[in-house]
């Protein structure tokens, strides 16, 4: 589970730097949109400078028409054209038809936007200077100055459409392909990001499903240790068992019905004697042959399943001069249970 939240928050991690990373983008094209508009404005303010040397050549012999006329004879059209103003009188905006719109109109009427407002506030004589202004919601970068003519302050002003620069060709071309690499790159983050955040989640399940497989096999090599160990607990051709636990071998013996029995107890020298008895035990008996240590000198060996011939031909081959038989016991069924037979059997020969 936290391993999926922490994919999660990932992912979620990706989509907000994606985010973040085109608002950033998209703010650092305005500036340089901004910074590119800067530019040319100064460009621009070559040009109203030209302006001005053609308005002082004519001399103080011209008219306020003269210069009007030499403003209306320049190229204008409404994504760039000229204005002309006289104190707050507006002499000329665009062209004759747009001009007569504003006639009688204060300057401030035109220029009525906090920007344009402070741009022709802060307009120098004789030095061109310019600024973005806004105009009904349209952004233009305009150039303009203050010069005096005839003892009168006039302010000539050259306004462009930012969308006439911005959107030419190339610029725009060069735009758009940052904008779309830009994009593909981050869909392109956010797609890897989610793909990879699935697959790391069907990985996480399918660890889960192995842990749990390990685990249930874990389980199941401990169940089958713990079987190995019982089984090999009680397997006679590797094990002594004491006396303690005959009753219950008795028991089950009784409880499988398995017969014939025969009983075999041997009486030993020495303990030494006793233990490599049982030693040599392993190497001659099978599993079939159980061993008991009834104390420091008696070996019981129980014979299951042997047929009398057989197991006495091998009882007679195990003994010596420190380990001889004390006595036997060949019981054909449990009719009257092997308990009962063995332990009247061990009190004759211990009795002895």
């Given at each position: 589970m936290k391993r999926r939240l922490n994919f999660f928050l990932i992912t979620v991690f990706v989509m907000f730097f994606s985010i973040a990373a085109d608002v950033f983008v998209v703010c650092q094209l305005e500036n340089y949109e901004t910074r590119f508009l800067e530019l040319y404005g100064a460009e621009q303010d070559g040009y109203v400078n030209i302006?001005?040397?053609q308005i002082n050549a004519l001399g103080d012999q011209a008219t306020e028409q003269d210069i009007t006329d030499i403003i209306s004879s320049l190229d204008g059209s409404a994504s760039r054209y000229w204005t002309l103003s006289k104190g707050d009188s507006i002499l000329f905006v665009k062209s004759v038809t747009e001009t007569n719109r504003y006639k009688g109109f204060a300057?401030?009427?035109?220029?009525?936007?906090?920007?344009?407002?402070?741009?022709?506030?802060?307009?120098?004589?004789?030095?061109?200077?310019?600024?973005?202004?806004?105009?009904?919601?349209d952004r233009?970068?305009?150039?303009?100055?203050?010069?005096?003519?005839?003892?009168?302050?006039?302010?000539?002003?050259?306004?462009?459409?930012?969308?006439?620069?911005?959107?030419?060709?190339?610029?725009?071309?060069?735009?758009?392909?940052?904008?779309?690499?830009?994009?593909?790159?981050?869909?392109?983050?956010?797609?890897?990001?989610?793909?990879?955040?699935?697959?790391?989640?069907?990985?996480?399940?399918?660890?889960?499903?192995?842990?749990?497989?390990?685990?249930?096999?874990?389980?199941?090599?401990?169940?089958?240790?713990?079987?190995?160990?019982?089984?090999?607990?009680?397997?006679?051709?590797?094990?002594?068992?004491?006396?303690?636990?005959?009753?219950?071998?008795?028991?089950?013996?009784?409880?499988?019905?398995?017969?014939?029995?025969?009983?075999?107890?041997?009486k030993a020298s020495s303990v030494k004697a006793r233990d490599q008895f049982f030693e040599h035990m392993q190497l001659v008996l099978d599993n079939r042959v159980l061993r008991f240590s009834m104390d420091?000198?008696?070996?019981?060996?129980?014979?299951?399943?042997?047929?009398?011939?057989?197991?006495?031909?091998i009882i007679e081959t195990l003994w010596d001069w420190e380990v001889y038989e004390a006595g036997n016991l060949y019981c054909e069924d449990n009719m009257n249970g092997y308990k009962t037979q063995f332990d009247k059997f061990w009190q004759e020969v211990s009795g002895r």
């Open positions: 302006i001005l040397a300057e401030g009427t035109y220029y009525a936007s906090e920007t344009a407002s402070e741009f022709m506030n802060s307009l120098g004589s004789n030095q061109a200077g310019h600024k973005i202004i806004y105009l009904d919601r233009f970068i305009a150039s303009g100055m203050v010069f005096d003519w005839q003892d009168e302050q006039y302010r000539v002003c050259l306004l462009t459409y930012d969308k006439v620069i911005l959107e030419d060709n190339i610029l725009l071309e060069c735009k758009n392909a940052i904008i779309i690499v830009l994009s593909m790159v981050l869909a392109l983050l956010v797609i890897l990001s989610m793909v990879m955040s699935r697959r790391l989640g069907r990985q996480e399940r399918q660890l889960a499903e192995q842990e749990k497989h390990v685990v249930w096999q874990n389980k199941q090599l401990a169940l089958l240790d713990e079987q190995l160990k019982r089984e090999y607990a009680f397997s006679a051709s590797k094990n002594v068992f004491k006396p303690v636990v005959l009753e219950e071998f008795l028991a089950k013996l009784d409880e499988k019905n398995v017969s014939p029995l025969h009983f075999a107890l041997f420091d000198q008696y070996a019981l060996l129980i014979f299951a399943g042997y047929e009398k011939k057989d197991s006495s031909k």
